[in-house]
Nanobody, 124 residues
Framework: QVQLVESGGGLVQAGASLRLSCAGS????????MAWFRQAPGKEREFVAA????????NYADSVKGRFTASRDNAKNILYLQMNSLKPEDTATYYC?????????????????WGQGTQVTVSE
């Protein structure tokens, strides 16, 4: 079955960097658009970044634009999220998600497969 496993989260101070990874198995990874979402306690899950099957197209939430970069290595079946200049408001559980096909979307409902999440906590 399809599995997406996130890693790389942790507790950091404001201004620091983290790189999240999402390892995919059970799917033809290169045929899927991938995305990152996050969910803070008491809030709805929100879009962070999306990347097309070949990495040529990306889309970012305004709140992370210029600080976060999504990338992927289809040979290794891994999705990445490089997060720089982290802020306390970036604190959340981060999820990767997969959607078969070419277009990239920002809606939670468009993504079929999800990982279990990795916690990112940014202190003042």
């Amino acid at each position: 079955q399809v599995q997406l496993v996130e890693s790389g989260g942790g507790l950091v101070q404001a201004g620091a960097s983290l790189r999240l990874s999402c390892a995919g198995s059970g799917l033809t990874f290169r045929m899927y658009a991938m995305a990152w979402f996050r969910q803070a306690p008491g809030k709805e899950r929100e879009f962070v970044a999306a990347i097309s099957w070949n990495g040529d197209l990306t889309n970012y939430a305004d709140s992370v634009k210029g600080r976060f970069t999504a990338s992927r290595d289809n040979a290794k079946n891994i999705l990445y999220l490089q997060m720089n200049s982290l802020k306390p408001e970036d604190t959340a559980t981060y999820y990767c998600a997969a959607r078969a096909g070419i277009p990239i979307y920002t809606d939670v409902e468009e993504y079929r497969f999800w990982g279990q999440g990795t916690q990112v906590t940014v202190s003042e």
